[in-house]
């Protein structure tokens, strides 16, 4: 079945500095999602993304959809406290529903 | 304008029990969808329902089974429950499917002793 993947697992950044997690999918998706978890909370979606080679921005958040539909990117600049939490991608394959990857947990240090 | 909204917010069972979750869609939406996750986990889907039927199904045993209103609100049923079904169980709700995102309720903590 269909499997989503996402690297790293865990992110510790410190306040100011960028990073970037991954979103790797067994097959070619129709779309793809993000959503932030934060601590104790629930997922919330940030964003879709569609097209091929598909770059969205929210802010200080970057979106990629890759050129080959199977995988995509979320990439944050200047990391601040309110960043903390995980962050999920999900896609969709064809005649499947939204698949959840493990997740990225990020930690900022002040 | 509500949210998603879940009850219970947390239940404690004991194995072998059966336990009935409840979820209101976001006012507008028509679609239901149902994860469980567990601690430090992606959500995995467990069903979906539109119109009043299960459109489609994950990797769950028949102990878990659902429905859905005609006000589009759901349940989600799990019988003989197991140690291993203590998890955090997601509503999230959407317009015709997920081509537009999810919002998400803050879930039901179960947990099975």
């Known amino acids: 079945g269909q499997q989503v993947m996402q690297i790293p697992q865990y992110q510790h950044v410190q306040e100011g500095e960028d990073f970037t997690t991954y979103c790797n999918s067994s097959?070619?998706?129709?779309?793809i999602q993000w959503y932030k978890q934060r601590p104790g909370g629930h997922p919330v979606f940030l964003i879709q993304l569609v097209k091929s080679g598909e770059v969205k921005k929210q802010k200080r958040l970057t979106f990629q959809f890759g050129e080959a539909k199977k995988n995509s990117s979320l990439h944050i600049t200047a990391t601040q406290t309110t960043d903390v939490g995980t962050y999920f991608c999900?896609?969709?394959?064809?005649?499947?529903?939204?698949?959840f990857g493990g997740g990225t947990r990020v930690l900022v240090k002040p | 304008d509500a949210g998603v909204t879940q009850s219970p917010t947390h239940l404690i069972k004991t194995r072998g029990q059966q336990v009935t979750l409840r979820c209101s869609p976001k006012s507008g939406h028509d679609t239901v969808s149902w994860y469980q996750q567990a601690l430090g986990q992606g959500p995995q889907f467990i069903f979906q329902y539109y119109e009043e039927e299960e459109r489609q199904r994950g990797n769950f045993p028949d102990r878990f089974s659902g429905h859905q209103f005609p006000n589009y609100s759901s349940e989600l049923n799990v019988n003989a429950l197991l140690l291993g079904d203590s998890a955090l169980y997601l509503c999230?709700?959407?317009?015709?499917?997920?081509?537009?995102?999810?919002?998400f309720g803050s879930g039901t903590r179960l947990t099975v002793v």
């Open positions: 999230a709700s959407s317009l015709g499917g997920e081509w537009y995102g999810y919002t």
């Open positions: 097959t070619t998706l129709s779309n």
């Open positions: 999900a896609g969709i394959a064809a005649g499947n529903k939204l698949t």
